[in-house]
């Protein structure tokens, strides 16, 4: 793709990044009082239509979900390869496929947790559970589907649903990034994957799975492959400080893996894996035309929707401000 072709969508989104959240509108919702005083700062920003939508503090949600669909729309019509933001829209789509998998197989309702963001209607997605026909699907989801209702009637076991989706989520996320022939995407994906593995072998280990059910969960395509973490499961787990001492990970698995030890949650290792990713995006800021700008404006908006959604369940639960400030992530402007 000429990059050429990005001067409208880069001038645009720069116009845009002008009206992302900055640093004193996040301190000075994390300093309000209650969860009203927050909404009225958020009148002040960007998401003051979205927030006159709001007919209860509880709605925020919805104001939340709302306002990352027009963004991706807004995206995807100005962007010169739509399909790349596929990339960031397939998890929505994953996300609706377990629900309505969950909801099949245990006979329950669970609408009300589906979303409207992804490449598929959630009523055409249902249609196709229902009917269990899925030939209109990527065929690795659709192989992923299909595996999933074979094996469920030997093994009814929910969590095989999120194990197999989620494989076959990046696998697809890493196809398309490797389609495109752009190097940017393709490293992007391979980070996620990487993290999303570590975590996950952190997580085993803590429940004493072992190898084989490790073997099932792992995603390919990252930088690090299989055996790296097997042959670390009977070291104990801060063993990845020293593997990954000289790797990007580095900060990320140090000050995750400390935190780990000492409180036994990955609430840390997990802020700081979002941090890592976003600023991996940051490098759009410095590129003049491609996809850069792009996706760094697409996590800007969606970490904003977890900063948002972080201090809003904190001021609802009373939670001390120290509290809310340490789940915060890092912010892209």
């Keep these: 793709m000429n990059e050429d072709n990005y001067i409208y969508s880069v001038t645009r989104i720069r116009a845009l990044e002008n009206k992302l959240l900055d640093k004193s509108k996040i301190d000075r919702m994390v300093e309000a009082k209650n969860p009203e005083e927050v909404i009225k700062v958020l009148y002040e920003t960007s998401y003051a239509g979205s927030v006159s939508e709001i007919k209860d503090i509880g709605d925020y949600e919805e104001m939340l979900s709302k306002e990352i669909e027009n963004t991706y729309k807004m995206v995807k019509e100005m962007a010169p390869e739509p399909e790349l933001i596929d990339i960031f829209l397939l998890k929505y789509d994953i996300h609706n496929l377990k629900v309505l998998m969950k909801s099949s197989f245990l006979n329950e309702d669970n609408d ?91 997580r085993v280990k803590a429940m004493g799975y072992g190898r084989e059910f490790l073997k099932k969960v792992f995603i390919n395509e990252g930088r690090l492959d299989y055996n790296f973490f097997v042959d670390a499961m009977d070291e104990p787990v801060d063993i990845l400080k020293d593997k990954l001492l000289i790797s990007d990970y580095s900060n990320v698995i140090s000050e995750g893996i400390d935190n780990y030890i000492k409180t036994k949650s990955l609430m840390k290792f997990e802020k700081l894996s979002d941090d890592f990713l976003l600023d991996y995006t940051k490098k759009g800021k410095y590129v003049a035309f491609g996809i850069e700008p792009i996706v760094g404006y697409i996590m800007a908006k969606e970490n904003e929707a977890k900063i948002i959604r972080i201090i809003m369940v904190g001021k609802i639960n009373n939670i001390d401000n120290e509290l809310i400030r340490e789940r915060l992530r890092d912010v892209y402007v």
Excluded at 140 to 161: C, H, M, T, Y
Excluded at 173 to 182: C, E, G, Y
Excluded at 183 to 193: A, D, G
């Design 112 to 202: 009300d947790l589906l979303t409207n963001i992804g490449t598929i209607e959630p009523v055409k997605l249902k249609e196709m559970i229902r009917e269990k026909n899925f030939i209109f699907l990527d065929p690795e989801i659709k192989r992923g589907l299909e595996e999933i209702v074979n094996s469920f009637s030997i093994n009814p076991d929910p969590q095989v649903i999120d194990i197999i989706l989620d494989r076959c989520l990046y696998t697809v996320m890493s196809q398309i990034a490797k389609n495109s022939n752009n190097s940017f995407m393709v490293e992007f994906v391979r980070l996620q994957i990487d993290l999303i593995n570590i975590n996950m072998f952190i």
